[in-house]
């Protein structure tokens, strides 16, 4: 028999229980919030004349598409869209909002 107390089975069992398996641990939360599940509403107040570009566009697009319409909504998440891809565009946008 060596010099050490002998430690206790049961309370060995009780420390393991204590600690957190590596099973159980819930994987670290991702930075930032979560994203959202519902759309979000936009109001948009367009001077006349561009008003009445977007209704003229649609229109065009309408015809060239071959459908009864376009609507002016369509056409703004097709150009979010576009915005979201392309760089050049994106650039030419802060250009613009930089000029005004």
Known sequence: MTGRPR??????????????????????????PAPRAKPVRLSVDLAPTAYRELQEFCTAAAVALERPRV???????????ELAEDEDLAERVQCRLAAT
């Open 7 to 32: 430690r206790d089975l049961s309370k060995q069992m009780e420390q393991a229980a204590a600690r957190p398996s590596s099973s159980s641990v819930l994987p670290p939360r991702p930075a930032g």
């Open 71 to 81: 609507a002016g909504v369509d056409v703004l998440r097709s150009l979010l869209a």
